[in-house]
């Protein structure tokens, strides 16, 4: 042996001896499945947990894809769900106001409920004013999905097939939206579909928030920063004018952190009116298609923080100012009036209807594909 060789293996020697103990990795533990209860129909639903290795847990069904429960650490340790939503399916198998659910073909309104596209018109459900609102009657939000687990990547992936004119839309449209739970201490979702003849899409998810832990006061005093100049007015059915407005000296300005009441019942703002608070489309600075940061939210009590990334043009802001207090929630909570706050990443609203916004066509051949990304950095301290 050369005098080199005999010195690397003293060095070597030397180095394995005194290497700090090799950091044992926790292991991260495998989704489970567990009974849901059935469908009036029979079908039996099932909830998955997705857990990380930092303790974090989201519970997500396979009946319209609903997001029922979601466990994060305050600055003191101590786990609380942070989404509104029901104990047991009944809950969900009623009419509610879409909680934690994802929504298609289309998220958001359609002014007059109808479109038209290749020279043909659609008409749709009308389900909200003259409009139609998250998909029709019954929109993905009721929908069974079918699920596969992804132990590897720690996901859930459903998928649904929405025939050709279901809910008046044109297309079989083949579904799926993949949930990941991150060690990042991110939930991120990937949406994709295919359609085998032109069609309309804009898919969410309608998680309703409260970071203080569901149930446990309103939102108003919650920090929130959307990385928005601009949002797309709206008329009193709450369908775009087709403008896009600057938010600068307005109560959308939010370009730096607002409390979330601060400005909330600006009487002055006729915005402001027409949603009974915010329930409006931000349009997403940066360049849509990419992954960037769209809002970024605290609660200064608990020191939790969300922060929303996407690749969709838009988000829609909205303060649950339709709760009303009706609605037995988990763990006997009532959710009154601004309980949760949504931020549905999406394209823009009546979209079919307004050709100077980016478009929600889908023809055969293409795929629409969509990423968000609610993550929970460590709380604030
Ligand atoms: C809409 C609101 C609606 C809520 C629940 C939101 O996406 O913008 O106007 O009340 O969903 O249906």
Redesign the pocket.
Known sequence: MSRTAVISIILTAGLIGCAPAPEVKKERPKVTRTSFGNTPEGTEVSLYTLKNSNGIEVGIINYGGIVVSLKTPDKTGHFADIVLGFGSLDGYLKEH??FGAL?GRY???IGGARFTLGGKEYKLAVN?GPNS??GGVKGFDKKTWDAVVDNNSNSLILTYTSADMEEGYPGTLETEVKYTLTEDNELRIDYKATTDKETVVNL?N?SYFNLAGQGNGDILKHSIQIMSEKTTPVDAT?IPTGELKDVAGTPFDFTAPHAIGERIDDAKDEQIKF?GGY???FAVDGQMGTLRPAARVTEPTTGRVLEVQTTEPGI?F?TG??LDGTFPGKGGKVYKKRYGF?L?TQHY?DSPNKPQFPTTALKPGGTYASTTIYRFPAPAR
């Open positions: 106001p879409y929504i998220g958001n309104r909200n609102l998250h969410t309608h709450l949603g329930d409006h489309n829609q909205y100012n339709f949504c549905e609203p």
